[in-house]
């Protein structure tokens, strides 16, 4: 085989590994929007339904003490959940609290 084989033949498997990756990290961010947006269909369908889901009581208690980032912060800690929509699910949480008073 001559240089330039070889190096040709090195590139197109550098080519054909990158794109592999490529592939299988874009199968992996749609993977995780797709189980975010499960994830915000089944809160809507719990809130709609008055069900609290059991690991909240950590976030209501720091809600009860006026402590809204530590509940964003056990509610990230308790479902993985990103920083944007841990927010919106501990804002449902108060907004279920505040209703539940009245």
Do not use: C, N
Not at 7 to 18: E, H, M
Not at 51 to 72: C, F, K, M, N
Request: charged share 25%.
């Amino acid at each position: 085989m001559s240089p330039f084989e070889v190096t040709l033949l090195v590139i197109a498997t550098i080519g054909s590994l990158a794109a592999a990756a490529g592939a299988w990290f874009q199968e992996r961010r749609s993977s995780a929007a797709q189980l975010a947006a499960v994830q915000r269909k089944l809160d809507l369908v719990m809130d709609h339904l008055g069900i609290a889901a059991p690991e909240e009581s950590e976030v209501v208690r720091h809600l009860a003490d006026g402590r809204t980032v530590e509940a964003v912060r056990a509610y990230r800690k308790l479902t993985g959940a990103s920083l944007v929509e841990a927010k919106q699910a501990v804002d449902r949480i108060a907004d279920r609290g505040r209703t539940a008073e009245r």
